[in-house]
Structure formats: C-alpha cells, structure tokens
C-alpha cells in the first residue's frame, strides 16, 4: 500500500499546480490559498516519503492507509475545480449552450 502512495501524492500535487486549477483560483479570489494548499501537499510529499521507510510499523501503516484515503478526496475536490473551469469556459466561448442547460433543468 505504502508504494502507491507517493505517486498518488504526486499526483495530487501536480494537479494543485495544473494551469485550470491555477486560473479557477485566481479567477475566484483564491490564488493565496492554491499557493498555500500547493505548498502544503509538498510537505506532506516529503513526510510520506519519509514515513514509507518505516511503514512496516503498524501505527505508519494506518497513517499512511489514512492518508491515502485523503489523498483521494483531495484529488477528487481538484477535478472538481477542473470541471467546474472547463465548464464556465465552454459556456463563455458558446453561451448558445446555457439556454439549452437552463432548458434542461427544468425537467
């Protein structure tokens, strides 16, 4: 389990630093706190890079199970920033397509 877990962590911080999760922060006045959320994701990157080393310890092995649980929201919390970008940008570049989602809301 330990194994997966860097990578996984790795992709998380790669997706903070995504162009699309930067410009939605920005775009929504959260710049401050992508910087900050990118920086910590780095941290914990190097604890569990650490950590792994010594998850033949039963009391690590359940921190890092925790975290890898953790890890999968917060990646899923960034697709969702990512979705909801791509979704205001596509409405900007055809706004035709927010009188057919309106349409298809009132079913």
Same mark, same amino acid.
Request: proline fraction near 3%; aromatic fraction near 8%; hydrophobic fraction near 40%.
């Given at each position: 389990? +330990?194994?997966?877990?860097?990578?996984?962590?790795? *992709? #998380?911080?790669?997706?903070?630093?995504? +162009?699309?999760? $930067?410009?939605?922060?920005?775009?929504?006045?959260?710049?401050? /706190?992508?910087?900050?959320?990118?920086? @910590?994701?780095? +941290?914990? @990157? +190097?604890?569990?890079?650490?950590?792994?080393?010594?998850?033949? $310890?039963?009391?690590?092995?359940?921190?890092?199970?925790?975290?890898?649980?953790?890890?999968?929201?917060?990646?899923? #919390?960034?697709?969702? *920033?990512?979705? $909801?970008?791509?979704? !205001?940008?596509?409405?900007? @570049?055809?706004?035709?397509?927010? !009188?057919? /989602?309106?349409?298809?809301?009132?079913?």
């Amino acid at each position: 389990m +330990a194994s997966l877990l860097t990578p996984l962590i790795s *992709f #998380a911080v790669n997706k903070a630093g995504d +162009a699309l999760i $930067e410009k939605f922060c920005r775009t929504h006045g959260m710049k401050k /706190n992508h910087k900050k959320l990118h920086r @910590q994701l780095l +941290a914990v @990157q +190097a604890v569990i890079e650490s950590a792994e080393g010594r998850s033949n $310890e039963p009391h690590v092995r359940e921190w890092l199970k925790e975290l890898r649980a953790i890890a999968y929201e917060a990646i899923d #919390a960034l697709d969702d *920033f990512e979705y $909801e970008t791509l979704s !205001r940008e596509a409405l900007c @570049q055809n706004p035709s397509t927010s !009188r057919i /989602n309106k349409d298809f809301d009132d079913f």
